[in-house]
């Protein structure tokens, strides 16, 4: 495996300006998750990467050797789509075989078969080998399509969303192997992807994406908790921060230059005292309970426990505790004297 570097990359397709000055950083064995909105420039981070995009400006290294102006061929990495892009017409071993049957390659039979038979019994589809790619399911197929980048040990995994086409209960037991695997093989990996869940149970680190430039770049218990400004407070939770007027909350103390001030749903605590506010809407989810509020016509969220009995229509007081708040000025960065997580 090897290191990965961006340094100063700029992109555009004619006037949208689709990376911007982007620097980033995986180390070797590294998996860097990339999160942000459709159109924040991830897959085109990843197509620079693989030399399917040539960059504008800047340099793309790999293991130290910049590799900016070399073709996708000789570049070493694996690249793992969204569409599963198997060959229908072969089995699963045939599949798995194909990139070690590069003339680039040359591996004997044997070794082709152990390498094969190895990464199948890592991804639990040995059983599936002899099986035509028509004849699969859904998860199955994606193994495989992970199966072909593993099988190549190349120096860096690229990924764009592979596991957004399956279902949920599925994209949670992939995501679990594919945490183990990378783990047991010392993979260095960028991951992209729209799911939050994704990015905070998979990430060393993640790197939020707004149009072109990354935001910030932190392990996900500091993004989640000392998040930048409030574009990368919203990209994480669920339900989203609230984002409040500081004069909704009495007896305030916070920096001068507060203009909002952010609190997650999970640290609104629901009581006798506090600010008053209409229960809008109570959605039960099984452990947890997310309830709608409104106050002084402003609209927040509370996540409190499953066994809550609240309905809807009645009125109920919140507070919220000191620590637990985020405090940002009119440019939407985040300022010292906010509640900070461990």
Known sequence: MAELALEGIEKAFGTTR?????????????LVVLLGPTGAGKTTTLRTVAGLDRP???????????VTSEPPAVRDVAFVFQQYSLYPHYTVFENLAFPLRSPLRRQSAAVIRE??????RMLKIESKLQNRATRLSGGEM?????????????????????????????????????????QELGATILYVTHDQ??????????????????????????????PANVDVARRLGSPPINLLPPQLLPDLEAPSATH?????????VLNGRGVASAITQVEHLGADTVVALEANEV?????????????TGTTIHFSVAPD???????????????????
């Open 18 to 30: 689709a990376l911007d000055r982007l620097d980033l950083d995986v180390a070797d064995g590294e």
């Open 56 to 66: 504008d400006a800047g340099r793309v290294l790999i293991g130290g050797v910049d």
């Open 115 to 120: 390498r094969v038979e190895t990464i199948a």
């Open 142 to 182: 994606q193994r495989v399509a992970l199966g072909r980048a593993l099988v190549r040990e190349p120096a860096l995994f690229l990924m764009d969303e592979p596991l957004s086409s399956l279902d949920a209960k599925l994209r949670e037991t992939l995501r679990v192997e594919l945490k183990r695997i990378q």
């Open 197 to 226: 869940i994704e990015a905070m149970t998979l990430a060393d680190r993640i790197g939020v994406l707004e149009q072109g430039r990354l935001l910030q770049i932190a392990p996900p218990r500091e993004i989640y908790g000392r």
């Open 260 to 268: 909002v001030v952010g609190v997650r749903p999970e640290d609104l």
């Open 299 to 311: 609209r927040l969220h509370a996540l409190v426990s499953g066994e809550s009995r609240l309905e």
């Open 324 to 342: 637990a708040m985020l405090f940002f000025d009119a440019d939407g960065r985040r300022l010292d004297g906010g509640g900070e997580r461990a």
